[in-house]
């Protein structure tokens, strides 16, 4: 089974509102990570955890703020968002930082 | 740091029909070369991969070869179905950058019935 859920599959939200996307995986992965995709873009790194740490941040605006409650469950906290960080937000997971990288289905979101 | 560059942006083929997609890198430390489907409203998914010890990979009707040399790499998918179309992302990595994925831009392939 290489299945990443992510929830919710849609969002829109105001710039003033305080939401969070979830992501979880039951692989026994170690390793988990958010992407931002715009429209007809590849994937952009923004944040990499592994063994429940952030191991990298790819100097993404403090308006986005990741939690690794377990090795199961990571969350993107989403505050002050602005329109032009409307796009597809994608959850991954990988055994190890070095293993291969299983996507899940994406929370798409709208800020308005 | 890594650059990945893969053509053609679009590509349209009739149903049967055989498709290739190529990348090139940069990075003569890349090691690991996967390749990634995306169909629309989901997220990619890995349908396959190659490792830089391997020159060839197959699997059904999927292969990726690999030139290290030339550092190119490329997809092939043959006897193309409609339910092929999608975008396919290309990307490489090395465990010198912390596998951090460097993708292609992407190839939107279209399999007319």
């Known amino acids: 089974d290489t299945e990443v859920t992510q929830t919710p599959k849609h969002l829109v939200m105001g710039m003033t509102n305080k939401k969070s996307l979830k992501c979880e995986q039951h692989m026994g992965h170690r390793a988990m990570y958010w992407y931002k995709q715009k429209a007809k873009k590849p994937p952009e790194l923004m944040f990499v955890y592994s063994y429940e740490k952030l191991s990298i941040n790819e100097s993404v605006p403090s308006r986005f703020s990741p939690e690794c409650p377990n090795s199961s469950l990571l969350n993107l906290h989403l505050h002050a968002l602005q329109p032009e960080d409307s796009a597809l937000y994608l959850c991954?997971?990988?055994?190890?930082?070095?293993?291969?990288?299983?996507f899940g289905p994406g929370t798409r979101l709208t800020v308005l | 740091g890594e650059n990945v560059e893969q053509h053609p942006s679009t590509l349209s083929v009739q149903e049967g029909d055989s498709a290739v997609i190529k990348c090139t890198y940069s990075?003569?430390?890349?090691?690991?070369f996967p390749w990634y489907k995306q169909e629309l409203g989901k997220g990619p998914q890995l349908i396959i991969d190659i490792r830089s010890n391997v020159g060839e990979k197959k699997d059904q009707r999927i292969a990726v070869t690999l030139n290290k040399t030339a550092k190119h790499f490329s997809l092939h998918i043959t006897e193309t179905q409609p339910e092929d179309s999608a975008v396919y992302f290309c990307a490489a990595t090395s465990k010198a950058a912390g596998n951090k994925l460097t993708f292609g831009g992407g190839t939107r392939v279209l399999v007319k019935p």
């Open positions: 990075d003569s430390a890349s090691n690991y």
């Open positions: 991954a997971s990988s055994q190890g930082i070095y293993d291969t990288q299983y």
